[in-house]
């Protein structure tokens, strides 16, 4: 066999080998085809969790769809950083932003089914669950305690929220300082327009 007549041979066996999706040891085409390390990299950047979660406070017609709860994640996610997760106070904007979202300013109480389905959408976010506890209060005692006790400032009127046009208004004394009224405000106010923004 000629020198043309192996080159021949060996460009055949090497495709033939790219074609079945093995390893090529020839430099000159390792890049040809991906190890199945790469392909699992590769696949693991494109895969979203689109898993849907039985949501127990927040509305299920809502958000009873992945796409649905995909945004209210991106919602939540986009606020984080600018919140205390850990304390279970700054969750009150949530709260508040979601009473707002739904036209519903008694309030409807339910913490720690509030903080159930948080845990279900944004897994390993909250810290302080007490893991050993399947579910319910105990689970959540630290943060329902933190969360009830910050409504005490905000729901005050026979334990509702001013309307939305007013709660901002300074003749409302909310029992907390400037700056974290305006911070909170601020928050409850994003959140608020995101979860609209979702339902387009």
Known sequence: MDDKEKQAQTTINVWGLANIGCTIENPTFQTLVATPDERKAD?????????????????????????????????????????????????????????YYVKRLFIMKGYADFFADIERLLPERLAKV???????DKRYKSYTEALAS??????????????????????????VDDNRRSRIQNLVKEIYQGLKDAEA
């Open 150 to 175: 910050e409504c005490s400032y905000w729901f005050i009127l026979d334990e509702c929220l001013p309307e939305m046009a007013e709660w901002r208004s300074s003749k409302f004394n909310y029992r």
């Open 43 to 99: 696949e693991a950047e494109v895969v979203e969790d689109v898993e849907l979660v039985d949501l127990k406070f927040f509305d299920a017609k809502k958000f009873g769809t992945i796409e649905r709860q995909q945004k209210f994640r991106q919602v939540l996610l986009n606020v984080i950083p600018k919140m205390d997760v850990d304390s279970g106070r700054d969750w009150v904007a949530v709260y508040i932003a979601y009473h």
């Open 130 to 136: 007490k893991q050993k506890e399947p579910k319910g």
